[in-house]
């Protein structure tokens, strides 16, 4: 579903640019008219508020006065119909879209829930961030880290969305409303909130992508944003994926609170 709505806000983003358009705005005001006619050195009418001024059909003459009407479509009914197949286009690809219940539309539909994490280490140094976008199949997480040592590190989220340094301890432990063991490699596991490792390059940096199936971002015991919330956390070693409940992953080197966004 993300770049389903990347594509359609992508498209939505393109739109104002004609919508704005001076020369949208202009012939609904006719200030645009004023200031291309008094642009063009064709002055006498320049102060009309009449609209549609009367050459606007046709090519203003040196006198200023009206030529012969053009047969060329009236510009506010163009803008309309490009509005039209904009509109129709949009209609178009959303039912053309597999699987997706209610897609995004703006100013139609409501975005789906999406959350921000800004992750801090135990100085409150800023190293890293979290996108979150409820989809169909779950939530899908888009991290990215800077300024960490190199190595592969555990992610999860864990139970409280609450991050005190240096040991972050009050996040509690991971988000598990099942009840569930650790590990996604566990027969008895996973918790919801595990997560794949992180690998940080030799820059610092690293990138993780994931969808978290036993999550959302709506209401309900599984949602990261009811109740007392809860936090991203990224460990300093590896997660095992097997050992319960930690994965034996080493301290807690960077902490975000889950938050809603828009
Ligand atoms: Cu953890
Ligand atoms: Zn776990």
């Known amino acids: 579903m993300l770049p389903v709505f990347l594509l359609?806000?992508?498209?939505?983003?393109?739109?104002p640019v004609w919508a704005r358009s001076e020369r949208w705005i202009g012939h609904r005001t006719g200030s645009s008219w004023r200031s291309r006619v008094s642009g063009s050195g064709v002055q006498s009418r320049a102060n009309s508020t009449a609209w549609p001024p009367a050459n606007s059909f046709g090519a203003a003459s040196s006198d200023g006065m009206a030529s012969t009407p053009s047969t060329a479509p009236h510009p506010l009914r163009s803008s309309v119909v490009t509005a039209s197949m904009w509109a129709g286009g949009m209609i178009a690809i959303t039912l053309a879209l597999p699987g997706c219940s209610m897609p995004y539309i703006p100013g139609v539909t409501s975005p789906p829930p999406s959350a921000g994490v800004t992750l801090r280490d135990a100085n409150g140094r800023e190293v890293g961030n979290a996108v979150l976008v409820q989809e169909d199949g779950g939530v899908r997480v888009l991290l990215d880290v800077k300024g960490l040592t190199p190595g592969t590190k555990a992610v999860h989220v864990h139970e409280v969305g609450r991050c005190d340094p240096p040991s972050f301890e009050s996040a509690g432990a991971h988000f598990n409303p099942t009840r569930a063991e650790h590990g996604l490699e566990n027969p008895r596991?996973?918790?919801?909130?595990?997560?794949?490792?992180?690998?940080?390059?030799a820059t610092g940096?690293?990138?993780?992508?994931f969808t978290a199936t036993r999550v959302n971002l709506k209401q309900g015991a599984a949602s990261l944003l009811d109740g007392s919330g809860t936090a991203l956390i990224v460990h300093e070693s590896p997660d095992d994926m097997r050992t319960d409940p930690t994965g034996n992953s080493g301290p807690r080197i960077a902490c975000g609170v889950v938050n809603r966004a828009g």
């Open 8 to 15: 359609v806000g992508s498209w939505f983003e393109s739109a």
């Open 189 to 201: 596991g996973p918790h919801a909130g595990d997560l794949p490792n992180l690998t940080v390059d």
């Open 205 to 209: 940096q690293g990138h993780l992508e």
